[in-house]
């Protein structure tokens, strides 16, 4: 029976795959209906601490780019690349993993993408190398973001099942930062093999003698350094690292949260009101405006 009731769980998951979107979730919401009501399944308590988190640092990011924050951040990274282009396939997965990091979620690499692969392109290195090993890293990035939903409900998690232990978020952030930061490394260096060379791959080659394939690969450059930002994207972007700082400081430092009942103010809450806090400061100063918030491509992916 469990048997059973997993390949339904995985169905469900396939079919709203592959529909996409919205239709991943109420898809589901049929599996979901058919273990309670056919199997007898108890339904577990919805995770709404994380949903909260999510929600909280969507807004934050959102109004970040609305304000050219995260071009802001971008550019940095792209300026970064272009200057080492031969170290590609190396500084690629360190950007996307910086980005998530700092942002709490992978979604930052759909704008480097493209760039990476315009910068190995025009070096001559085969652009999977770099794309391959910089989509891993920016997921892998998620568990070493201290406002990341993956982290908080694991220490979370672990602090009500396990008391004693104690766990903090800077805790987990010592053992999860290296170890990804190895893992990056050890599989950039595996992706600098990857496939042949572009001078030696006979496809690649057949695809340059193409006149309109040639100027399709070479005509353009994928940037964002020709887009304008205003003056306030800077300041966005300081104001939203400080409430990363903030937050870390005060998981590491408990002594300095609010305490009821002899218990601190628990941290999924600490995130959401710093979060929260930032945005709304982000819109008094920076000129963020509300509804390029709600419409901003970086909302739109992460929902």
């Not at 949903?51 to 780019?65: D, R």
């Not at 980005?99 to 709490?104: D, H, R």
């Not at 930032?278 to 819109?283: H, I, Y």
Request: hydrophobic letters at 50%; a positive charge; glycine letters at 8%.
């Amino acid at each position: 029976m469990i048997i059973v009731q997993l390949l339904i769980v995985l169905l469900a998951l396939y079919v709203g795959s592959r529909y996409g979107s919205i239709a991943l979730g109420v898809i589901s919401g049929i599996g979901l209906a058919i273990l309670v009501f056919a199997f007898g399944l108890k339904p577990g308590t919805p995770p709404t601490d994380v949903i909260y988190i999510i929600i909280a640092a969507v807004t934050c990011a959102g109004v970040l780019q609305a304000s050219g924050g995260m071009d802001f951040m971008i550019q940095i990274a792209e300026k970064f690349l272009r200057a080492h282009p031969e170290r590609i396939t190396f500084y690629a997965p360190l950007c996307t993993f910086g980005l998530t990091v700092l942002v709490g979620t992978g979604h930052v690499v759909y704008t480097l993408m493209p760039i990476i692969a315009d910068i190995s392109l025009k070096k001559g290195i085969r652009p999977e190398r770099p794309c391959a090993v910089a989509s891993v890293a920016s997921q892998v990035g998620i568990t070493c973001s201290p406002i990341a939903a993956a982290v908080v409900s694991f220490v979370t998690i672990s602090n009500t099942k396990m008391p004693e232990l104690g766990l903090t978020i800077p805790q987990v952030l010592m053992i999860t930062i290296p170890a990804c930061l190895c893992g990056i490394m050890a599989a950039a260096i595996f992706s600098s093999k990857r496939g042949l060379d572009l001078d030696k791959d006979p496809k690649y080659q057949a695809r340059l003698a193409d006149p309109e394939l040639k100027e399709y690969m070479f005509g353009s450059t994928a940037t964002t350094l020709d887009k304008k930002l205003p003056v306030t994207a800077k300041a966005s972007v300081f104001m939203f690292l400080a409430a990363l700082a903030i937050i870390v400081i005060l998981a590491t430092f408990p002594v300095l949260l609010p305490h009821y009942d002899g218990k601190p103010l628990k941290m999924n809450l600490v995130i959401q009101i710093v979060m929260l806090t930032v945005a709304g400061l982000m819109v008094l100063t920076c000129k963020a405006e509300p509804k390029k918030v709600v419409s901003a491509q970086y909302g739109r992916q992460e929902w």
